[in-house]
C-alpha cells in the first residue's frame, strides 16, 4: 500500500432492505436514508431510495422489500458513525398514503455481513379525537423528518406505538480504520499482537 | 339413613380394628389377619367387620365426624375390638359356606381375565382395577368378566346357591392397594365372602356417591347408570338392607341389641339369596357387579396420618436440647469466651430453628461432631461486616485538590509478558530482587570421557578436602583437648582449693569425659582427613595411569603434592607427647574402669563365696544328717546353680595399651617426621589436540561442542527471564555472569532456575531444575555470597563415542566390571539479593506483604483497603495504642487495623491518605487535558461540540493535526482577543466601536442562554399533526367548496413550510414578485441647453412638482401628456445577485414579474438559528431605461430580512422613499407593490420558550397572563404586550418604559415657535439613530427592550426603541402620545408612536421619522394591536384593527380594553427611564475626521469594484456635490433648491451627470458601502466615465451622526 497514512478511512454497506413484517397492513413501500455526523461524507452510492410498492403474497406473510442498498461513505471521525433511517408507507383505508413505521439502525461498526431486524413505530396522535380525526382525515402524524428517529434529542416529547419489524442486511467493509487508530473488530485485534519474543528483563 | 354416615361408621369400624393392630408389625398383622380368617371356616366365629385385614390403610381412614369412640388414635380399649369381632358373627355366619366355595367357580374366569397379575380369581378382581386402570380398561374387563362369568354359569348348569355379595369397599381398596403382593390372594378369596353382605350395601351408597367422579368418559355408562341399569330392577329394597346394616353397625359398637338385628338381617339375606339366585341365572347380576365398581371418597384422617407421619418422618423438637445431650458424657460446657479467647459472633439464627437444628443433629449424627465445646453448634463467625465499606464522607474544607489531582499517564498497551506485576504503575510496588548467575559447571556430564570422570572425581575431592582444610576440625578438636586436659590438670591441682572438693571432682569427672569424647571426634577427623588425602592421590594415580593407557589427556587436571617439611624432633616430641597424654588418659580410664570391674568382681566374689560357703556347709549337713530337713534341700533350690567363679579383671596392662594407641595412632595420624601433604591441584596441565586423539574422542570433543546451555529464571513458576545459551567448554564449565533484575510485585514463593541443554539445532532439553533459596531480607545486592547449588538429572543418555554417558553403567576397569552408573550433575553458581532502591532502600516488600502474600498485593490496589487510613495521621501512635490496649490480632473484626498497623510499621509501603471515587477514572482518560489542549483535532472536535459559530458547520475534520490548517483558528482566536480590545478599524470612530462591542457581548450571552434553549423540544418540533378542526374550521372548508375556481380577487394561499434541517445551497430561494407602481418620477423636460435630438439623452430624474408639507398621497405626477418619460423597470439585487424585470413604461407601471433570487444562508447552514441571522438586504432599485442602458437610479428602497421575515406570505405594498428626488416630503413619493418571500417557504424561529424572571409583582404578572390571555383569546392576531423584557434579561411591565424624556436642547432651539417643526425634528433625530433589529441581534429568540439611556448610549435599536424614545420625547413636549403596538409593511410586528394634535391623530413611524394622518392610506401601519400609555395598556377590542376604521379613543371601554381598570387600580409604577437625558455635544472635529475618512474608503471602493477601468475623479463636481449637501442636511431633505440644481447645471455644464445623494443614519462603515454598492454607479462602463463622490456628515447630540452621500457619475457631453 503506497498510502502510508491515509487521512480518511472508507466505510462500504451494501446489502439490501429484504422484507418488512407488518401483519396488518399491505401494499407497503419503504424509504431508507442515511444519517450521519458532519465528519462523514458519501462518496459513492445512494444515500437515499425508496422501494417499489409490495403486496404480500398468501404464503409468505410479509411484504418482501428486496431494496438494495449500497453506499460507499468517508470519514474521518467516527463520531456519527452512519444511521439508517427507514421509513414505510403503506395506504390506508382511505387511500391515502401514511406512514406504517420509522426505524433507524447504525451501520454495523466491524466488517462482515449482518442481518438487523428493526423495530419500526409511528408517533402517536396526541388525543382520542386527533387519532378518530388523523384516521378519518388520512394524516396520520408524522415526524416532520424521518431523521429525527436517528436523534435522541427531543424524543421525550413524542409518543409512539411499535408498528412491525423491518429486516435488512448489511455487509459491511471498511478501509483504514486501523491505519487511523480505530480498532472496531475482535478480528483485526489478532494480527497487532505479536511478534516480541517472551525474552526476560535483563538490565 | 344417610348413605354417607352409615359408610362413615363402616369405616369407623374399620378403623377401630386398625387401632387395634397399630402398634403390631404389619407382616405380622397379615399372618395374624390370616389365621383370624381361616378360623372362620371352622367356628365361623370370626368378625366380618372389620374388613380392612391390611392395617394402616392410607385410603380408608375415619372421618372427624364418626362416633367418638372410633375417633381418638388412642388405641381402643382392648375390650371393643373382640368383643365386636364376636358380635357379629352370628348374623354372617350363613353365608360364609357360600364363600368358600365361590373362588372355585370364579377361578377359572379370573384366570382367564388377567392371568400375569394372578389376582384372587374372584369377579370383585374387576373392581379392584377401577383406582388402577382407565375407563375403558375397566370396562374391557369387566366385558370378558361377564363373559367368562355367563360361561361358568353355563358350564355350571345349576345356578350355585351362593348369594352373591357386593364387597365392602375397604375389601375392594385393600385389593386395589395390595392386589399384587403375593400371599395374601389365598386370604383375600376367603374374606371375599364375609364382606359381601356388607358390600352389596354399600355398593348403592358409594354408587350414588360416585356419581359426581369424574373418571367417568363420555359414551361409557356412568356407574350408577351401569348400576341402576343391571340392579335396579332387581334389588328393590336397598333401603331397607341399609337400614338394617346401619343398625348393625350401631350395634356393634353398642353391643347391645346385636341378636335382634342379627335375625332380620339372616332373613333378609335368605330372601336376597332367592332372587340372586334368580339374577345369577339371568346372567345380570354378574354384570352388574362387574360393571359398576363403586368405593366411597377417599379419605384419611388427619389423625391417621399424623400417625403415620409420626412413623415414617422424624421431626425434631422446637425444644431447646439440655446441654449435657450435646457434649460427651461428664463434660461440662466450656466458655472459650468466659476464658477470655476472641470468638467471633455468631450468625444470627433464630431460636427454634437453632433448637431444631440441634435435635436433629443428635438424632442424625449422634457421634456429636457438630457440637463445641460450649454445647453449641460449631459456627464460623458472622461473615457479614458490621461497617460499610465506603468510607465516610469527609469534611470539606481542606485543600483535598493537590492530593485528588488526577496525574496523566500515558496508555501503555497490555504487556503479555507483565504478569508478574500487578499494576506497575504502583510506586509502592517496585520491589526488585537481583539474581546473579554467574556460571555452571557439570559434575558430570553424558559427554565426560572417563578421564573427565576421574577429573571431576579428583576435583570434587579436592574441594572437600579444601573445604575441610578450611575448617581445620582436626585442629580445632585438638586444640580443644589441649584445652580441656590443661583443665583438668589444674582441675587436680590441690594447690587450688576454692571449690569443694565433690564440684571439683564432678568437674574434673565431665572434663574427662569430655576429654574422651573430644578425643574420638578428633582421630575420626584425623581419619577422615587422612583417608581423603589417599584417596585424592588414589584417584590422581588412577587417572595417570588412564592418561598413559589412552595416551591422550582430556583435562587440564594436575595434582601437585606438596611435602612440607616438618621439624623432625619436635614433631616426634609432639607425637609422643600425645601418644603418652593418650596412653596416661586411657590408662585412667582403664583403672577406674578397673576398679569399678574389681568392686563388681569383689561382691560377685563375696556372694561366690558366701554360696561356696553354704554349699559346703550343706555338704557337712549331708554328710552329718542326710535324713534332715528336705525342706532345706527346697530351700537351696536356687542357689544350687553355681554362679561360677568370677574372674577377677586383669589389671591393665600399659604396654599393651601403648600399643593400641600407637597403632591407630599411626593408622589415622601422619607419623611423626612424615612431611605434610599439601595436595594442590591446578588445571596447569596441557589437553591433546584433536589430531594425536583416537577418533571416538574426537567425536565426543565434537560432541560437547555442539552443546549449549542456558538457564531459564522463574519467579513463582512463570518463566521471567532465561540467559544467553552458551556453548559447553571442554571443562564442562559454564559461564554466563548474569544479573537479572526481576522487579517484583509480589511476595516470591520460588524461585527456580531451569538448565537446558540444546544439542545442535535440536530443540533445548530439561536437564534439571534447580530451586534457589530465597534471600534473607538482610541480604542486599553487593553483600550476597555467591552459592552453589547442585543439581542433578535423571536422564539416561548413551553415546556411540568416548562419552561416558548418563544413567548407563560403565567401567574403568578393563573386564567391565566395577561398574560405576553415574548421573548427569552439576552445579550452579548464583547469588540472589535485594536490590537496593536510588535512596538505599532496599527494594523489600513489606513484611505484610510476606505474611499475606499474594492476597494481599491485590489488595492494595483496592481502596477499600485503603479506608482505614484517611483519618488517621499517625501510625506509630496507632500501633502502639493498639499493642497497650492488647488488641486481640486474631479479632477478624481488628483485622483491617492490625493489618494497617502491620503496614504502617513496616515503613515501606505507600499508604494514600485520601480516598479516590473513581480511581479507575483516569485509566480511562483516553489523553490529558493539556494534550487535548495541543491537539488541534481535539481543539476543533470540541469547538465543533460546543457550537462556537465559526466551527458549528465544519466537516470532515482532518484525521491529524498536520493537516488542520492554522488559520482555521485564526478568526476564532482573533475574535476572542478581540472579545475586550476595542477595534476601530471598522468604525472609524470609537464611541460606535465601544457600542458593538458591548452589544456582541449582550448578543453572546443572549445566544449562549438560547443555544441552551434551543435543545428544549416541542412535540410540534417532532411530529407534524393535523390540528383538531373546530367547527369553523370545518365551516370554512365546506365554504371552500363553494369557492370560485378562479376567484376575481385572488388571494395568496399559504403553503406547506419547510424546516430547514433538509435544506441545502441552492434550495432556498427569495422570491420578489413585483406587480405595479406608482408615481415612478418622470423624466423632466431637459433644460434648453441639453436639448438634443437624440433619446440618447441623460436622464435627470428629478422630483416631482409637490406640494410641500402635505402627507397626502393625492399628489400625482404631471407629466406631459402622450409622452413617456419614463421607462422603469425593477431591479433587485440580493446577497450581490441581482435581478430585474422588463421595461415598463410609464410612471405607473405594472410588471407582475417575479425574480428569483438564490439564497445562501451563512456557511452551508440552514438551521434556523443560523438563518435566523441572516441581516442581508434586499434591494430594489426602480431605473429608467435610456439609451446606451445607462442605468440610473429612481430610487432605492431598503429592507433588511429580518428572520422574521422569512415566511412572509402576506401581499405587502412597499412604499418607496425616492432617493434622488428625498429632498422633498418623503410621505408622498412612488409606490411599489410587491410580494417577496422566500421559496420554499421557512419555517421561522421561534422565541424562546424560557420564562424569564421578574422583578415585578406576581399578582401583576398573574394579571398581565390572564390579560394576555383573554386577548389572545378575542383577536388571535392581534398583539398585546404588556411584558417586555429589559437588556438584563428581566420582565419589567412595558408602562415603566414611557416617561418623558427631554429631548436635545439643541433640536428644541431650532424652531422654538412651531411646535410641529419640533416634533418633525425630534422624529427626524429618532430615526437617525441607527435601526438595528433585536431578531438579528439575538436570533429570533426575544425582544429585548432597552431603556432611552442604554438606547441612546448603544445608538442601536429596533423599532420599539426608537418608538419609546420617540413617545418619551413627545410626552416631554406636552403631547398626548401613546404607543402603538401594531404590524406595518415593511417591518411586520412593530411600535409606532400615536400622537393627539389638536384635532387628529398622527402616526408617527420612529424608524424614518415620517408621520401620517390617521387616514393615510399610504400609511404603513396596516394593523393596531394596542396602545401603550404611561400609565396603562389599551386592547383593541374593535372589529377592525386598520388604523383607518378605527377610533383611538381609550376612554371608550367597547373600543378598548383596558389593562388598569376599576378593578385593578393602577399601583403608581414607577419608570425604568431615567429622570433625564444628559446629551454631549458630539465632537465636529471628529465627525470631519469620520467624514474624510468614509470618503476616502468609498472612492477606494469604487475603485476596487471597477478593476478593469480607470476611475477618474471629477474633483471639481465633488467639491460642488460637497458643498450640496449640506444644503440637504438643513433642510432635512425637504427642498432642494432649484437654484443649486441649475447651479450644478451651469457648473458641470458639459456632462451628463447622473447621481443621487444617499442619505443614512451612522452606524457602521459597511452598511454604507453596501448602499454605494447597490446604486450600481460603478457599473458604468462607458469609456471617458468620471466620478464624484462626497460625503457629509452632520452630527447631532449623543454622537447621532447624520450621513450624506452623494455618488454621480459625469459622462462628457462633447
Known amino acids: ?203 | 339413613m344417610n348413605p354417607k354416615e352409615e359408610k362413615v361408621k363402616i369405616i369407623a369400624e374399620e378403623f377401630t380394628e386398625n387401632e387395634e393392630d397399630a402398634a403390631v408389625g404389619r407382616r405380622k398383622k397379615k399372618v395374624q389377619r390370616q389365621q383370624r380368617k381361616k378360623q372362620p371356616q371352622t367356628n365361623s366365629g370370626l368378625p366380618v367387620l372389620p374388613t380392612s385385614p391390611q392395617g394402616p390403610h392410607p385410603g380408608l381412614g375415619a372421618s372427624p365426624t364418626c362416633s367418638a369412640s372410633s375417633l381418638p388414635s388412642v388405641p381402643l380399649p382392648p375390650t371393643a375390638g373382640p368383643e365386636e369381632m364376636v358380635s357379629e358373627t352370628p348374623h354372617l355366619g350363613p353365608q360364609q359356606e357360600p364363600g368358600q366355595e365361590e373362588p372355585k367357580t370364579h377361578l377359572l374366569s379370573t384366570t382367564a381375565r388377567r392371568g400375569p397379575r394372578s389376582l384372587p380369581p374372584i369377579p370383585s378382581a374387576s373392581r379392584t382395577g377401577f383406582a388402577e386402570f382407565s375407563m375403558r380398561e375397566r370396562m374391557r374387563e369387566k366385558l370378558q368378566a361377564a363373559r367368562s362369568k355367563a360361561e361358568s354359569a353355563l358350564l355350571q348348569e345349576i345356578p350355585t346357591p351362593r348369594p352373591r355379595r357386593l364387597r365392602s369397599p375397604s375389601e375392594r381398596e385393600s385389593e386395589t392397594e395390595f392386589g399384587t403382593e403375593p400371599g395374601k390372594e389365598v386370604r383375600r378369596t376367603q374374606q371375599d365372602d364375609d364382606s359381601q353382605n356388607y358390600s352389596k350395601v354399600k355398593f348403592r351408597d358409594s354408587g350414588r356417591k360416585i356419581k359426581s367422579k369424574p373418571q367417568v368418559p363420555p359414551g361409557f355408562p356412568s356407574p350408577e347408570e351401569a348400576y341402576n341399569f343391571f340392579t335396579f330392577n332387581f334389588d328393590p329394597e336397598p333401603e331397607e338392607e341399609r337400614s338394617e346394616e346401619e343398625k348393625a353397625g350401631a350395634k356393634t359398637r353398642g353391643g347391645a341389641d346385636q341378636e335382634a338385628g342379627a335375625p332380620g338381617q339372616q332373613d333378609e339375606e335368605e330372601l336376597l339369596d332367592g332372587r340372586e339366585a334368580e339374577d345369577l341365572l339371568l346372567g345380570l347380576e354378574h354384570m352388574a357387579d362387574d360393571f359398576v365398581a363403586i368405593r366411597p371418597a377417599e379419605y384419611e384422617s388427619v389423625h391417621h396420618w399424623l400417625q403415620k407421619e409420626k412413623e415414617m418422618l422424624f421431626v425434631p423438637s422446637r425444644l431447646t436440647v439440655p446441654t449435657y445431650k450435646k457434649l460427651p458424657e461428664n463434660v461440662q460446657p466450656r466458655f472459650l469466651e468466659d476464658e477470655g479467647l476472641y470468638i467471633g459472633a455468631r450468625p444470627e439464627v433464630a431460636r427454634t430453628t437453632g433448637n431444631i437444628m440441634e435435635n436433629r443433629l443428635l438424632v442424625q449424627e449422634p457421634e456429636r461432631g457438630w457440637f463445641g465445646d460450649d454445647g453449641r453448634i460449631l459456627a464460623l463467625p458472622s461473615p457479614i461486616k458490621p461497617f460499610p465499606s465506603r468510607p465516610p464522607v469527609l469534611p470539606r474544607g481542606q485543600s483535598t485538590a493537590a492530593e485528588l489531582e488526577t496525574l496523566y499517564k500515558k496508555a501503555v498497551k497490555y504487556v503479555h509478558r507483565s504478569q508478574h506485576m500487578i499494576g506497575s504503575g504502583d510506586p509502592s510496588g517496585n520491589f526488585q530482587v537481583d539474581i546473579d548467575i554467574s556460571g555452571l559447571i557439570f559434575t558430570h556430564h553424558p559427554c565426560f570421557s572417563r578421564e573427565h570422570v576421574l577429573a571431576a572425581k579428583l576435583a570434587q575431592l579436592y574441594d572437600q578436602y579444601l573445604a575441610r582444610h578450611q575448617r581445620n576440625k582436626a585442629k580445632f578438636l585438638t586444640d580443644k583437648l589441649h584445652a580441656l586436659r590443661n583443665a583438668v590438670q589444674t582441675g587436680l591441682n590441690p594447690e587450688k582449693p576454692q571449690q569443694s572438693l565433690e564440684t571439683t571432682q564432678k568437674t574434673i569427672k565431665e572434663y574427662k569425659a569430655e576429654i574422651w569424647q573430644t578425643r574420638r571426634l578428633r582421630d575420626a577427623e584425623q581419619e577422615k582427613d587422612r583417608t581423603l588425602l589417599k584417596t585424592i592421590i588414589k584417584v590422581w594415580k588412577e587417572m595417570k595411569s588412564l592418561r598413559e593407557f589412552q595416551r591422550f589427556t582430556n583435562t587440564p587436571l594436575k595434582l601437585v603434592l606438596r611435602k612440607e617439611k616438618v621439624d623432625q624432633k619436635a614433631d616426634e616430641e609432639a607425637f609422643e607427647a600425645e601418644i603418652q597424654a593418650e596412653i596416661s588418659e586411657l590408662l585412667e580410664e582403664h583403672r577406674e574402669e578397673y576398679e569399678q570391674k574389681m568392686e563388681e568382681y569383689r561382691a560377685a566374689h563375696q556372694q561366690w563365696k558366701a554360696w561356696k560357703r553354704a554349699q559346703r556347709a550343706r555338704k557337712k549337713k549331708k554328710k552329718h544328717a542326710t535324713e534332715e530337713p528336705p525342706d532345706e534341700e527346697t530351700e537351696e533350690a536356687p542357689p544350687e546353680e553355681d554362679p561360677g567363679k568370677p574372674v577377677p579383671p586383669e589389671p591393665t596392662d600399659r604396654a599393651v595399651l601403648e600399643q593400641q594407641v600407637r597403632e591407630r595412632a599411626a593408622q589415622s595420624r601422619r607419623r611423626p617426621g612424615e612431611p605434610t601433604l599439601v595436595p594442590e591441584l591446578s588445571l596447569a596441565g596441557s589437553v591433546t589436540p584433536n589430531d594425536q586423539c583416537p577418533r571416538v574422542e574426537v567425536l565426543r570433543r565434537e560432541d560437547v561442542r555442539r552443546r549449549s546451555v542456558y538457564l531459564k529464571v522463574l519467579f513463582n513458576n512463570k518463566e521471567v527471564s532465561r540467559t544467553v545459551s552458551r556453548q559447553l567448554g571442554a571443562d564442562f564449565r559454564v559461564h554466563f555472569g548474569q544479573i537479572f533484575n526481576l522487579q517484583i510485585f509480589n511476595w516470591p514463593e520460588s524461585l527456580t532456575l531451569q538448565v537446558y541443554e540444546t544439542v545442535g539445532h535440536s530443540s533445548a532439553t530439561l536437564l534439571a531444575e534447580v530451586f534457589l533459596p530465597i534471600p534473607e531480607t538482610t541480604v542486599v545486592t553487593g553483600r550476597a555470597p555467591i552459592e552453589e547449588v547442585e543439581f542433578s538429572s535423571n536422564q539416561h543418555v548413551t553415546l556411540d563415542h568416548e562419552g561416558v554417558g548418563s544413567g548407563v553403567p560403565f567401567s574403568f576397569e578393563a573386564d567391565g566390571s566395577n561398574q560405576l552408573i553415574l548421573m548427569t550433575s552439576g552445579k550452579v553458581s548464583h547469588s540472589v539479593a535485594w536490590a537496593i532502591g536510588e535512596n538505599g532502600i532496599p527494594l523489600i516488600p513489606p513484611l505484610s506483604q510476606q505474611n499475606i502474600g499474594f492476597r494481599s498485593a491485590l489488595k492494595r490496589a483496592d481502596a477499600i483497603s485503603s479506608i482505614g487510613t484517611s483519618g488517621l495521621a499517625d501510625m506509630k501512635k496507632l500501633a502502639k495504642w493498639a499493642t497497650e490496649s492488647k488488641l486481640d490480632p486474631n479479632d477478624p473484626n481488628n483485622a483491617p487495623l492490625m493489618q494497617l498497623i502491620s503496614v504502617a510499621t513496616s515503613g515501606e509501603s505507600y499508604v494514600p491518605d485520601f480516598f479516590r471515587l473513581e480511581q479507575l477514572q483516569q485509566e480511562f482518560n483516553f489523553v490529558s487535558d493539556e494534550e487535548l489542549n495541543r491537539s488541534k483535532r481535539f481543539r476543533l472536535l470540541q469547538l465543533r461540540n460546543q457550537e462556537v459559530p465559526e466551527f458549528r458547520n465544519y466537516k470532515q475534520i482532518p484525521v491529524y493535526d498536520r493537516e488542520i490548517m492554522e488559520k482555521v483558528f485564526q478568526d476564532y482566536e482573533k475574535r476572542l482577543r478581540d472579545r475586550n480590545v476595542i477595534e476601530t478599524k471598522d468604525h472609524i470612530d470609537t464611541h460606535r466601536a465601544t457600542v458593538a462591542k458591548y452589544l456582541q457581548q449582550v448578543r453572546e450571552s443572549v445566544i449562549n442562554r438560547f443555544l441552551i434553549a434551543k435543545h428544549h423540544f416541542l412535540l410540534t418540533d417532532l411530529v407534524v399533526e393535523e390540528e383538531v378542526p373546530n367547527i369553523s374550521i370545518l365551516g370554512l372548508s365546506l365554504f371552500k367548496l363553494a369557492e370560485q375556481k378562479r376567484p376575481l380577487r385572488p388571494r395568496r394561499k399559504g403553503r406547506k413550510k419547510v424546516t430547514a434541517q433538509s435544506l441545502s445551497d441552492g434550495d432556498v430561494k427569495l422570491l420578489v414578485n413585483i406587480i405595479r407602481a406608482y408615481d415612478i418620477p418622470v423624466r423632466t423636460p431637459t433644460p434648453s441647453k441639453f436639448q438634443q435630438p437624440s433619446r440618447s439623452s441623460r436622464t435627470f430624474v428629478e422630483k416631482h412638482a409637490a406640494s410641500p408639507s402635505t402627507h397626502s398621497p393625492t399628489h400625482s405626477a404631471d407629466y406631459p401628456l402622450g409622452q413617456v418619460l419614463v421607462r422603469p423597470f425593477v431591479e433587485v439585487s440580493f446577497q450581490r445577485t441581482i435581478c430585474h424585470t422588463t421595461t415598463a413604461e410609464g410612471p405607473n407601471p405594472s410588471w407582475n414579474e417575479e425574480l428569483e433570487l438564490p439564497f445562501r444562508a451563512p456557511n452551508g447552514d440552514y438551521s434556523t438559528a443560523s438563518l435566523q441571522s441572516v441581516k442581508d438586504d434586499v434591494f430594489i432599485n426602480i431605473f429608467d431605461e435610456v439609451l446606451y442602458d445607462v442605468l440610473e437610479i429612481d430610487g432605492t428602497f431598503k429592507i433588511d430580512i429580518p428572520p422574521v421575515l422569512l415566511g412572509y406570505s402576506k401581499e405587502r405594498s412597499m412604499m418607496i422613499e425616492r432617493g434622488f428626488d428625498s429632498v422633498r416630503s418623503l410621505s408622498e413619493g412612488s409606490y411599489i407593490t410587491l410580494f417577496i418571500t422566500m421559496e420554499p417557504q421557512l419555517v421561522p424561529g421561534e422565541s424562546v420558550r424560557e420564562k424569564f424572571d421578574s422583578q415585578e409583582d406576581e399578582k401583576l404578572l398573574q394579571a398581565t397572563e390572564k390579560f394576555q390571555a383573554e386577548c389572545a383569546l378575542k383577536f388571535p392576531n392581534r398583539q398585546c404586550l404588556t411584558t417586555v423584557i429589559d437588556i438584563s434579561g428581566k420582565t419589567v411591565f412595558i408602562t415603566r418604559y414611557l416617561r418623558p424624556l427631554n429631548p436635545p436642547e439643541e433640536l428644541l432651539t431650532v424652531y422654538p415657535s412651531n411646535p410641529q417643526a419640533t416634533a418633525e425634528l425630534v422624529a427626524r433625530y429618532v430615526s437617525l439613530i441607527p435601526f438595528l433589529p433585536d431578531t438579528v441581534s439575538f436570533a429570533g429568540i426575544c425582544d429585548l427592550w432597552s431603556t432611552s439611556d442604554q438606547f441612546l448610549d448603544l445608538l442601536a435599536g429596533d423599532e420599539e426603541e426608537h418608538a419609546v424614545l420617540l413617545c418619551n420625547y413627545f410626552l416631554s413636549l406636552g403631547k398626548k402620545a401613546w404607543l402603538v403596538m401594531g404590524s406595518a409593511i415593511p417591518e411586520g410586528p412593530t411600535a409606532y408612536v400615536l400622537t393627539w394634535e389638536q384635532n387628529h391623530y398622527l402616526i408617527w413611524n420612529p424608524c424614518s421619522g415620517h408621520f401620517y394622518g390617521q387616514f393615510d392610506t399610504f400609511c404603513p401601519l396596516k394593523s393596531v394591536g394596542c396602545l401603550i400609555g404611561p400609565d396603562n395598556v389599551w386592547f383593541n377590542i374593535q372589529q377592525y384593527d386598520s388604523p383607518l376604521r378605527i377610533n383611538f379613543d381609550v376612554t371608550k371601554p367597547k373600543l378598548w380594553k383596558s389593562f388598569f381598570s376599576r378593578s385593578l387600580p393602577y399601583p403608581g409604577l414607577s419608570s425604568v427611564q431615567p429622570e433625564e437625558l444628559i446629551y454631549q455635544c458630539t465632537d465636529k472635529a471628529a465627525a470631519a475626521e469620520l467624514q474624510d475618512r468614509i470618503e476616502k474608503i468609498l472612492k477606494e471602493k469604487i475603485m476596487d469594484w471597477r478593476p478593469r477601468h480607470l476611475t477618474r475623479w471629477n474633483r471639481y463636481c465633488t467639491s460642488t456635490l460637497r458643498h450640496f449637501l449640506p444644503l440637504l442636511e438643513r433642510s432635512q431633505g425637504e427642498d432642494v433648491e432649484d437654484d443649486h440644481r441649475a447651479e450644478l447645471l451651469k457648473q458641470l455644464g458639459d456632462y451628463r451627470f447622473s447621481g443621487f445623494p444617499l442619505h443614512m443614519a451612522y452606524s457602521e462603515v459597511k452598511p454604507l458601502i453596501e448602499a454605494v454598492y447597490s446604486t450600481g454607479v460603478h457599473n458604468i462602463d462607458v469609456p471617458n466615465v468620471e466620478f464624484a463622490l462626497a460625503v457629509y456628515i452632520h452630527p447631532y447630540p449623543k454622537n447621532v451622526l447624520s450621513v450624506w452621500i452623494y455618488v454621480a457619475s459625469l459622462i462628457r457631453s462633447r
Request: contains cysteine; glycine residues 8%.
Open chain 1, 1 to 203: 500500500m503506497a498510502a502510508a497514512s491515509p487521512s480518511v478511512f472508507l466505510l462500504m454497506v451494501n446489502g439490501q432492505v429484504e422484507s418488512a413484517q407488518f401483519p396488518e397492513y399491505d401494499d407497503l413501500y419503504c424509504k431508507y436514508c442515511f444519517v450521519y455526523g458532519q465528519d462523514w461524507a458519501p462518496t459513492a452510492g445512494l444515500e437515499e431510495g425508496i422501494s417499489q410498492i409490495t403486496c404480500k403474497s398468501q404464503d409468505v406473510r410479509q411484504a418482501l422489500v428486496w431494496l438494495p442498498i449500497d453506499v460507499t461513505f468517508k470519514s474521518t471521525n467516527p463520531f456519527g458513525w452512519p444511521q439508517m433511517v427507514l421509513s414505510v408507507y403503506g395506504p390506508d383505508v382511505f387511500g391515502n398514503d401514511v406512514v406504517r413505521g420509522y426505524g433507524a439502525v447504525h451501520v454495523p461498526f466491524s466488517p462482515g455481513r449482518y442481518r438487523k431486524t428493526i423495530p419500526m413505530f409511528v408517533p402517536e396522535s396526541t388525543s382520542k379525537l386527533q387519532k378518530f380525526t388523523s384516521w378519518f382525515m388520512g394524516r396520520r402524524p408524522e415526524y416532520t423528518d424521518p431523521k429525527v428517529v436517528a436523534q435522541g434529542e427531543g424524543r421525550e416529547v413524542t409518543r409512539v406505538r411499535s408498528q412491525g419489524f423491518v429486516t435488512v442486511v448489511f455487509n459491511v467493509v471498511t478501509k483504514d480504520m486501523r491505519k487511523l487508530g480505530y480498532d472496531t473488530g475482535p478480528t483485526d485485534t489478532q494480527a497487532t499482537w505479536g511478534t516480541s519474543p517472551a525474552q526476560g528483563l535483563p538490565h
